[in-house]
């Protein structure tokens, strides 16, 4: 049972507007009765290859709360991954999905044209960095963002060869996968590869992109290099301030473009609408990719390019789903929440997170390396200086246990990605949590 009930509402009453006031709270030892039978049918039908971290099985969201289909009420710093910028079931959002769905569900944007298309593509390209005019190809996911972006410097190029970077994850469909480099298990068996991707380590000098060049890479056969300005999957790794400005010198040098993965780390999601805001306009990139914190759940990515950059023919990419009409509108109002209140909220919040979390790490010792931008936070889990995965994931285990939802990355960290309007009496609950987990632990 959770020690942090601040009330004891009824289960079963209406969802409140914003935060709720009484999570975690938790009724049933987890997973409760009613999760375990759905736990059983879904081991029955549904892919192993799915990466579920516990027994948690939803049954509805409200503010920055998941509720169980036992009535278990958890505080959410995962927000389905980075997704969920601007609360689960934001009322905004869901009366424009209800609109949209009452006008237009589907009419694919690849063959004929609807205005919240055309509206999401001006707001984008308006929002990216850079004062060129831009231009946007819509898809599912971030994956297929990355797939666009792949084949658009290729063809625009003329080219064959992409850089990627060691620890950098871009998505598990074929070229998105062949560009990745954070775990085996994601090419384990898949092979061959989209082939002309090479890898260099992250936050890499400036010569060691001479030597790939100098050794085995022609520069003037490289279209693109593609990199996270923050990674994710990978471990929530900030590159030091020149990384990215070094790697536009390159690109500027050798004529390559350069493609930023802001699939986890944009729209809000660091305190600036991009990561690579962070790092100045010595880091424009030529095309950004997004999905995730787009449209607070619904499925929706984007390529954003330079207009002269995109410039390959008709038919030659195209999407029957990618820009959805509903999408869209859902697209539209989380952007104008982020701009008007979320962005500045994640700023503020995540410093007093990362303040949070710096102060476990003197009382708990093996809990090393606190770092990230606004609320893309991360810490490690180590033993005797060394990453411990086993106890990482006992220690998600345990937070689950309290009610706090968390999720890993990298080889021993974990991830806080709340969502972008969480709140300080939230993100206090959340470092509470924490603080009883590793005691517990620490004493076992």
């Known amino acids: 049972m959770s020690t942090y009930p601040l009330s004891h509402a009824t289960h079963g009453a209406p969802p409140p507007v914003g935060p709720a006031a009484d ?84 009419m694919s944007g690849t063959d004929f044209y609807y205005a919240p298309e055309i509206e999401l593509a001006e707001r984008l390209a308006k929002l990216a960095p850079g004062s060129q005019p831009k231009r946007v190809f819509f898809s599912n996911s971030g994956a297929e963002a990355i797939e666009a972006a792949l084949k658009l410097v290729r063809y625009h190029t003329g080219r064959p060869r992409v850089i990627a970077f060691q620890g950098g994850f871009h998505g598990r469909t074929y070229g998105a996968m062949s560009l990745s ?80 993965d802001e699939v986890q780390s944009g729209l809000g999601r660091t305190g600036r609408m991009f990561a690579c805001q962070h790092f100045g306009a010595a880091a424009m990139p030529d095309v950004i990719c997004v999905a995730k914190g787009i449209a607070s759940g619904m499925p ?64 708990f010792r093996w809990l090393d390396g606190v770092r990230g931008l ?25 937070a689950f246990q309290r009610g706090l939802l968390l999720l890993p990355c990298g080889a021993a960290g974990i991830r806080f990605c709340p969502p972008l309007c969480i709140t300080a009496e939230e993100t206090a609950t959340c470092l509470a949590i924490l603080r009883e987990t590793a005691a517990a632990l620490a004493a076992n």
């Open 23 to 106: 999570v975690p709270y938790l009724v049933t030892h987890l997973p409760g009765p009613k999760a375990a039978e759905w736990l059983a049918r879904d081991q029955q039908v549904l892919s192993p290859s799915y990466t579920r971290v516990y027994p948690l099985v939803v049954a509805r969201g409200y503010g920055s709360t998941i509720e169980d289909v036992d009535g278990n009420r958890f505080l959410d710093f995962t927000s389905g991954i980075a997704v969920n910028s601007t609360w689960h079931c934001h009322p905004e959002v869901v009366a424009a999905i209800v609109d949209q769905a009452q006008r237009l569900i589907h």
């Open 181 to 260: 480099g954070s775990k085996p298990v994601h090419q384990q068996g898949f092979g061959p590869f989209v082939p002309g991707v090479s890898r260099l380590p992250y936050d890499c000098s400036t010569q060691a992109i001479d030597e790939l060049f100098a050794s085995s890479v022609p520069p003037d056969e490289v279209a693109a290099i593609f990199v996270e300005p923050v990674q994710g999957e990978g471990g929530y790794r900030v590159p030091s301030p020149g990384f990215l400005p070094m790697l536009r010198e390159v690109c500027d040098r050798y004529g390559i473009l350069l493609v930023v």
């Open 300 to 363: 929706l990515g984007a390529t954003i390019a330079r207009a002269d950059l995109m410039d390959w023919p008709h038919g030659s990419h195209a999407s029957t789903f990618g820009g959805n009409p509903i999408c869209c509108r859902a697209a539209l109002v989380t952007l104008d929440l982020i701009e008007r209140q979320y962005q500045a909220n994640a700023a503020a919040r995540g410093d007093q997170l990362r303040v949070g979390l710096e102060s476990l790490t003197v009382e």
């Open 374 to 398: 606004g609320l893309m936070q991360a810490l490690d889990v180590s033993t005797d200086g060394q990453p411990d995965t086993a106890r990482r994931d006992r220690f998600v285990q345990a």
